[in-house]
C-alpha cells in the first residue's frame, strides 16, 4: 500500500472533526447514485464580499472510504478559510480529478487531496471523491455566498 492509500484510508477511518455542528446558514444532502455515498454538509459563512469566510464546515459522510476521504480532506482544507481560498482549492481538486492522471494536483492548495490524484484514473469513482465539494458548492449557493471559482471559464484548457 502506497502512502496515498494509507492517507485515504486515515481519513476514511477518522474523518477529520466529522459530524455536524451549529450554527449554520444552510444544510444539504447529496447522493452518488452510482456508488451508493451519501454526504450531508452544512456550512456556517462569517463576513461579506472579501471577507466572507467559511467560519465552519460540518458534514456526515457515508459511503465508500473515496467519498469519506474526501469529505473529511475538504473539511480540514478549507474549514476557516476565505471564500476565495476554498474556490480556488474546489477548482484545482475538479482539474485534478477530471485530468485522467495528466494533474498530480498541488499539496499547496487542496492539502491531503492530493492523495485523490490516482482516482482520476478511474472514471467511475470521480463523482465519488466530487460529491462533497459539490454539496458545499451547493450548500454556498443556499447560504446566499457561493463559492468563487476562479477558473471555471478556463476548465479543461489547462
Ligand atoms: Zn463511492
Redesign the pocket.
Known sequence: MDLYQELILEHAKRPHAAGLREPFEAEVHHV?PT?G?EVTVRVHVTGDGQEARLADVSYDAL??S??VASASMMAQEITGESLEQAGRAYAAIRSMLTSKGADPGDEDVIGDAVALAGVSKYPA?VK?ALLGWMALEDALAQSGHGLRTPTTASEGTT
Open positions: 452518488n456508488c455515498d459511503g465508500c473515496i467519498s469513482r465519488c
